[in-house]
Structures are given as C-alpha cells and as structure tokens.
C-alpha cells in the first residue's frame, strides 16, 4: 500500500515488469505482477539493493515508512507545514498504526474494501455496480451543490467506486476496463436524467485528470493535529482519470513564437558527428554549475547530442538556442503538455503549451533577463497557437529565484505536484480571459 501511494503521488510511471526506483537514500527492486489503470497496482516482493544491485533484504513497511517520510520532507521547503516539527512524521503515523496492524496512513472505507475482497465474479461485480450506484454515489452527486468539485470527486470516485474496481482487478475477478465502461455508461445516464448533474459527470468523463488524496507527500500534509495526537491531515492532488476512455485529440506539433523586443530563438541544430556548435552550446551551458544544480544534466556532450536529436525527431518538444539583440544567451525546451509527463499531474487543455528555460550565460543572470524572455515566450506561444489555453511551467520548489521569474512574468502558481525526481511549482500563465 505505501508503494502504490508513493508511485501515484509523485507520478512515477508503472508498468508490468522489474521496477527500479529509489525513494530518498534507499534504492529498491520490485517486480510489477499487474499494472492497474486505477492505480491498484499488484506487486511481487520489494527488495532493497545494495551498490551493485544485488538485493539485500525485503522492505518492510517500517523502512519504507521511514524512506518516504524523508523523501516527503527532502522534497518540500524547509519552512512547508511538513517540515514543522509539531506536524510529525509518518514515521510517527507508522508507530501508532502497526499494533492495530494498520499498514495504510489514509485508509479505505471497510465497507468498499470488504465488498472488494468478497465478490467472486463478473456478474457478482455488475450487480454491486448497479447498486453501488443507486444507494452510494447518485445520492451523493445530487445532494452536492457543485461547490467543491475536488471534494466530491476523490469522495465518490477515487476514494470510492474506483477503489473497488481496483480491487477486483488486481485479485483478477473482473477485468478494470470493463467495470471502467459499465462506469461510463452509467454516469452518462444519470446525466440525461438528472440534468444538474451534467457538469460534474462531464468531468469526471473528460478531464484528464481526476483529484484523490495524498498522503505520503506533499508540503501541506501533518500527521498530528493540534493536540499533538496522531491523525494524518491528507492533501488534494491530480492523477491519470481512468474513465476517459477514448483517446485524446490529436494536436499538432509545438509552434516556433515569435517573440519580438530584441529576442529571437531558433531550432537547435545538429550538424557533423559531434553536433555542431548548437549542440556544443549546450553542453557547455548544461555544465556550467549555476544550470546543472537545477536541470541535473550536466551530461556528456554525445548524450546531449543524442538527447537534442531525440527532440528534433519527434513531436513531444522542440529545443531552442535563444538570443538577446543577437547574442546566444540561454537554451529553451518548448512542448506539448499532453505529451508530457506533466500530463499526468493537472486538468490541461489539449492545447496547452509548456516551457523549460535556462540561462547559460553567467553575466545575464539577475537582471531581470529571465522573467522578461518567459513573459515574451509565454505571449508568443499564446499568439502562435489560437487554440492554446495556457502556457505552463513546473519549476523546482526549492528553485526560488526561477519560480520567483515565473511570477514577475505573470505565471501563477497554480498547484504543487509530485514528479519522479521533485516537487515542482505548476506555474501558469492563462490566455488573457480564461
């Protein structure tokens, strides 16, 4: 259970197979026996390794506890709710839990997980959904006044049906698709009868993105309360919406913007065995320290060649050299978020737009060179793609000085959300009007 929570809340990518992650300092081995849309992911033993890759011994829940624990913590700032010292550690959740053999700091209904450890087959399944449906979830979604959205959602679905459709899929009694549909067709149903509820079951069919709970990471969560007793304060957050069942549109590749006031950015390009200068820039600027401590991929110059090259060859992103009054000053990715991992962590539109940017040059930084460019990319992308809702970035938390540029060039911070390797600041800059 906390594996599966630590890979949903930082939005690690799973799929059936050996899995290598490390969560802090603890490099770890599991191999994934079934990998749920849900995110009820099936697992054979967790084993820790040591520098050669060799396992160790089983990760019990005790270090898993403590290694997400310090992951969490190490991810937010120092001064995050997380951080305090009267918010408590899972670590302290865990001690309180485990002579009550609770292994989960956000437990399930008992209900929902009795209901899914008991059913034995598909058609025991299609008569719980039906009434699941009538008794549990219609009188919520009609007795809501649509105020809190994200509330309801991770109420009724995430923290709900969905549970139990995870359940019966990883224990192989009916297959998650097909419940994911039964699922569908239902909510469209209640929607034409029920026509207040149309605008909550269109997201919950459409959005990219459904809210659950987080309880392993995120700078907000305290795992004691006021009193100091023991008692896990879960955080929202955005994962993958499982009821979208078709795919999403098709969108063209990432425009070039113009960007006028003295700037000007142009494709990389790779020329020769090395990569040409483009590629050599790069690299150059990649290993400059001030870039690396954030970017951390002060790489070889063939991995830069291969990684630009990559890029080029696809429809993901485009890498840019960007100049000031003609002068190369900074590297720029430009990319489509539905193509991105960020895809995975907030309500995009299909249309949105994303960007990466790094100052190369030491002597352009602090002076306002990189909140002035962000402003001119974020308006120049907006103006190259009509169909753009919002242009966004997701910078390190514990990156100030470049969230802070974000800011100055009218990027809100919209959200935090877990990735792999970080927390980031989801920063966003909408179409004026939006």
């Not at 549109?249 to 990389?268: I, K």
């Not at 002068?327 to 962590?345: N, P």
Request: aromatic residues 4%; contains cysteine.
């Amino acid at each position: 259970m906390l594996l599966r929570r630590w890979l949903a809340e930082t939005h690690t990518p799973v799929a059936e197979g050996p899995l290598r992650l490390t969560i802090a300092s603890l490099p770890l081995h599991v191999d994934v026996v079934y990998d749920s849309p849900t995110g009820a992911h099936g697992f054979g033993s967790i084993g820790v390794l040591d520098k050669s890759g060799r396992t160790l011994v089983s990760a019990d829940p005790a270090l898993l506890a403590a290694a997400c624990s310090a992951d969490a913590r190490a991810r937010s700032r120092a001064d995050a709710p997380i951080n305090a010292p009267e918010s408590g550690t899972l670590v302290d959740w865990l001690l309180d839990a485990l002579p009550r053999r609770e292994v989960d700091p956000l437990p399930l209904p008992d209900d929902l997980v009795t209901v899914g450890r008991s059913l034995s087959n598909a058609a025991e399944a299609q008569r719980w959904l039906t009434g699941h449906i009538e008794e549990r979830l219609l009188p919520g979604v009609l007795a809501s006044d649509g105020a809190d959205r994200a509330e309801l959602t991770a109420r009724l679905l995430s923290r709900g049906v969905l549970v139990v459709v995870g359940l019966l899929g990883r224990r192989g009694v009916v297959h998650e698709e097909y419940m994911l549909a039964e699922l569908v067709k239902r909510l469209g149903a209640i929607a034409e009868q029920h026509p207040q509820s149309a605008d909550l079951i269109d997201h919950w069919l459409t959005s990219p993105t459904l809210t659950d709970l987080a309880a392993l990471n995120g700078s907000q969560l305290r795992y004691r309360d006021e009193t100091g007793a023991v008692r896990v304060r879960p955080v929202a957050f955005e994962v993958r919406n499982p009821l979208r069942l078709e795919p999403p549109a098709a969108v063209p590749g990432v425009p070039l913007p113009e960007l006028g006031d003295g700037w000007s950015l142009r494709p990389v390009a790779i020329t020769g065995d090395d990569g040409g200068p483009d590629v050599e820039l790069v690299h150059r600027w990649m290993n400059r320290e001030h870039v690396a401590v954030n970017w951390n991929q002060d790489w070889s110059l063939k991995r830069w060649r291969d990684e630009l090259a990559t890029q080029l060859a696809g429809e993901h992103s485009v890498p840019c050299i960007v100049s000031r009054d003609g002068r190369d000053i900074g590297y720029l990715e430009l990319y489509r978020v539905q193509r991105d991992k960020l895809a995975r962590c907030y309500s995009h539109a299909p249309h949105d737009l994303g960007a990466h940017i790094a100052i190369g040059e030491p002597d352009a930084i602090g002076k306002g060179v990189g909140s002035a460019l962000l402003e001119a990319v974020a308006r120049g992308l907006l103006a190259a793609d009509p169909a753009c809702r919002s242009v966004v970035a997701e910078p390190n938390v514990h990156n100030g000085a470049s969230v802070g540029a974000f800011g100055k060039a009218g990027f809100a911070r919209a959200a935090e959300v877990g990735l792999p390797n970080k927390n980031s600041a989801l920063m966003v800059f909408p179409r004026p009007g939006e």
